[in-house]
T-cell receptor, first 115, second 113 residues
Framework: QKEVEQDPGPLSVPEGAIVSLNCTYS??????FMWYRQYSRKGPELLMY??SSGNKEDGRFTAQVDKSSKYISLFIRDSQPSDSATYLCAMKTPPLGGNNRKLIWGLGTSLAVNP | NAGVMQNPRHLVRRRGQEARLRCSPM?????VYWYRQLPEEGLKFMVY????????ESGMPKERFSAEFPKEGPSILRIQQVVRGDSAAYFCASSPQFREELFFGSGTQLSVL
C-alpha cells in the first residue's frame, strides 16, 4: 500500500463547477499537508499549506484536513479553464524545519475545466 | 525576482554517457532539493542540500548518482553511465532557510537513447 493515495482521474467538469480533489494517507504521523498545481511541462506550484486538522481558505481554494480519517481535500469554487492542470497532494512528518524536509507525494489528479 | 532556473530543459544522452543537470535556486534561498518524476510513480524525493552540504540523500540511488551545491554556482545533479531507466523529468526546488514551502523549476527532461 502506498503511503499516499490519489485518484489520477482524469476529472472533467464544466466551467463554474465546484471541484473536489482528495487524497488518503496511511501514516498517522503526517502533520503538514500541501496542495500543488502542475501545468503540463512545468514544475509544481504551491497552492495551499495546512498544518494538522481543519480548513484553510484562500480565494476560490479551500483545503480541508481530517486526520481522524486520514483524508485531505482541496475544493475549487467557480472553476475556470485556467484551473486545468494536475493537482498533487504532498505531506510530511514533524518537525517543521530542521533536516527533515522529505515530502511524500500523491500521483496527482488531472483536472480539465471545459468552457 | 527570477524563479528557480534549471538547465537544460531537455537533455538527450546515449547509454553510458554522463548527464549533468543544473539548478540555480531563487535568490535568497539556501536550500535545494532534487526530485524525479515519472508518470506512473509521481514525484520522488532524491536529495536535499544546503550550501556545501548534503543533508538528506536517502532518495538517491547508491550508484551513479551524485549531487552537489557548491558555495558558488548552481546545484548540480550528476548521473554517470546513464541507462534507459534514468529517462525521466528531474525537478529542482528551493526554499528559504526557515520555511518549507518548495518553489520548483520547470524541470529537465532527460531522455536516454
Amino acid at each position: 500500500q502506498k503511503e499516499v493515495e490519489q485518484d489520477p482521474g482524469p476529472l472533467s467538469v464544466p466551467e463554474g463547477a465546484i471541484v473536489s480533489l482528495n487524497c488518503t494517507y496511511s501514516n498517522s504521523a503526517f502533520q503538514y499537508f500541501m496542495w500543488y498545481r502542475q501545468y503540463s511541462r512545468k514544475g509544481p506550484e504551491l497552492l495551499m499549506y495546512t498544518y494538522s486538522s481543519g480548513n484553510k481558505e484562500d480565494g476560490r481554494f479551500t483545503a480541508q484536513v481530517d486526520k481522524s480519517s486520514k483524508y485531505i481535500s482541496l475544493f475549487i469554487r467557480d472553476s475556470q479553464p485556467s484551473d486545468s492542470a494536475t493537482y498533487l497532494c504532498a505531506m510530511k512528518t514533524p518537525p517543521l524545519g530542521g533536516n527533515n524536509r522529505k515530502l511524500i507525494w500523491g500521483l496527482g489528479t488531472s483536472l480539465a475545466v471545459n468552457p | 525576482n527570477a524563479g528557480v532556473m534549471q538547465n537544460p530543459r531537455h537533455l538527450v544522452r546515449r547509454r553510458g554517457q554522463e548527464a549533468r543537470l543544473r539548478c540555480s535556486p531563487m535568490k535568497g534561498h539556501s536550500h535545494v532539493y532534487w526530485y524525479r518524476q515519472l508518470p506512473e510513480e509521481g514525484l520522488k524525493f532524491m536529495v536535499y542540500l544546503q550550501k556545501e552540504n548534503i543533508i538528506d540523500e536517502s532518495g538517491m540511488p547508491k550508484e551513479r548518482f551524485s549531487a552537489e551545491f557548491p558555495k558558488e554556482g548552481p546545484s548540480i545533479l550528476r548521473i554517470q553511465q546513464v541507462v534507459r531507466g534514468d529517462s525521466a523529468a528531474y525537478f529542482c526546488a528551493s526554499s528559504p532557510q526557515f520555511r518549507e514551502e518548495l518553489f520548483f523549476g520547470s524541470g529537465t527532461q532527460l531522455s536516454v537513447l
